[in-house]
């Protein structure tokens, strides 16, 4: 049986079961009408405030949930700082009038901050009746924060319509799937992707969702169900290695990053199906879809998606829920096999020139982690003096430790640049190695580039 479904413009008018949950912890469970008072308080309360643009900060799911709708039926821009770090909070200080947060964070110098907790929440009464009205999605807005290729945090706007658009496009594919399941999750609704997965589509589809994330491997094993999906991270779900419990999920899904094959089989080994992964960003939310049986298995474009490829073969897109009638120009290099089904070949953005030849990064590392000793890998470009020259962090398998210590680190070294001749230019490959336990990704499970150049740095 499905959920009962509704899109974002319709929620608050829902007419929900006074038992249907909305969130639960360990120790408690939230139903519908106490969501719809909380929500009608808070908006009550923020339409006394004179700042238009408000920004929400919460590590407890539910409070962000509350604040989201409570900001909508005020009239807010909402504006989502991308993660919790005081400093990086405050950095973004002029993009909202302001900041409403739990105690996840403590801007002590930030004025027009607003600390909520259950306490606080339960203690703001409605003050007479609220009228729920359907929401204009089209003029609500939002601003989210992704990290640049500069490293400064760029804002993304995007309007309440564009997430339902979105949302409708998930339940047509995995609703049915999904039907009278809860929602965990290991990844943060202040990013699109647990935004939308963790926190909107189930409020939307009337899934209780989880107030709190996973954060440990072991958590993940212990909590899951047969009733349970699982919102995560390829991080997260490289970490699930040393774990061999099984226990079944109804589905999972993981985005932010690749995931390698070698995650994604051991996440079907525990939970009883291999996860399915959305690529996608900021800018475009959700673009495509797969279950990856091996390292070559195709993406698949969600529904409705119109695409193309520009002269540099990267991938152009259209849909409503990425920019409505407009193209969308990504710098995601791909080769299409029909019109729906296509390869990613890397970005292009990732491509350099030494000595005037051009060097894929993505290429480079898809060669090294071809070869069984490496399980994954990160290249950058340093200057090597007055020389340009490629470094790579890498993560070696089983084969490789034992490769290792058979040949010592200099050999080692000399017997990996001697396997990627068959693929690469000379120019090509890297000339330095350093071995990590794993590659640092931020909490989007994005490169942390500075890290990766620190390890070569110390010479």
């Excluded at 608050?12 to 909380?38: E, G, K, L, N, T």
């Excluded at 969600?302 to 710098?331: K, V």
Aim: net charge negative.
């Amino acid at each position: 049986m499905m959920d009962s479904f509704s899109c974002l413009a319709s929620l608050m008018q829902a007419p929900r079961d006074s038992s249907s949950i909305v969130a639960f912890d360990h120790h408690s469970q939230i139903a519908w009408p106490q969501f719809q008072q909380h929500v009608a308080s808070q908006a009550q309360f923020l339409r006394l405030q004179s700042g238009q643009r408000v920004a929400l900060c919460f590590g407890n799911s539910y409070l962000f949930a509350v604040h989201f709708f409570a900001s909508c039926y005020a009239g807010k821009v909402i504006v989502l700082p991308g993660n919790y770090q005081p400093e990086a909070v405050r950095e973004l200080s002029a993009h909202y009038d302001v900041l409403l947060h739990d105690n996840v964070i403590a801007p002590a110098d930030q004025i027009n901050r607003v600390l909520i907790n259950q306490d606080s929440l339960a203690q703001c009464k409605l003050s007479g009746e609220f009228a729920w009205t359907a929401l204009s999605t089209e003029s609500i807005e939002l601003t989210l924060f992704t990290s640049g290729s500069s490293g400064k945090a760029k804002a993304i706007s995007k309007s309440l319509q564009q997430l339902n658009s979105e949302i409708c496009l998930l339940e047509s594919l995995w609703g049915e799937k999904m039907a009278g399941s809860r929602i965990e999750s290991t990844v943060s609704h202040q990013h699109i992707y647990g935004l939308l997965f963790r926190l909107l589509w189930p409020l939307c589809a009337g899934r209780p969702f989880a107030i709190h994330n996973l954060e440990f491997p072991e958590q993940v094993t212990h909590r899951a169900h047969q009733d349970c999906v699982l919102i995560s991270s390829p991080a997260l779900l490289k970490r699930l290695s040393e774990e061999h419990n099984s226990a079944p999920l109804r589905c999972l899904f993981s985005s932010g990053g690749p995931l390698s094959t070698n995650a994604a089989q051991h996440s079907q080994t525990l939970f009883g199906h291999l996860p399915i992964e959305v690529f996608g960003s900021t800018e475009t939310g959700g673009i495509a879809y797969r279950q990856q049986q091996t390292a070559a298995t195709p993406w698949r474009l969600f529904p409705s998606i119109e695409a193309d490829l520009n002269r540099e073969q990267c991938l152009r897109l259209r849909a409503e829920h990425i920019d409505g009638n407009n193209w969308y120009q990504t710098a995601d290099a791909c080769h299409f096999h029909d019109t729906v089904h296509f390869d990613l070949k890397g970005r292009t953005d990732r491509i350099i020139k030494i000595e005037e030849k051009r060097v894929s990064l993505v290429e480079v590392e898809k060669r090294l982690e071809q070869l069984e000793w490496i399980e994954e890998s990160a290249v950058v470009a340093m200057m090597d003096g007055n020389r340009l020259s490629l470094c790579a962090v890498i993560v070696v398998t089983t084969l490789g430790e034992a490769q290792l210590a058979e040949l010592g680190k200099g050999k080692f070294w000399l017997a990996l640049r001697q396997a990627l001749r068959g693929w690469l230019e000379p120019i090509a490959i890297p000339r330095k190695y350093r071995i990590v336990g794993e590659i640092p990704l931020n909490s989007q499970g994005k490169r942390l580039v500075a890290e990766i150049e620190q390890h070569f740095q110390a010479e």
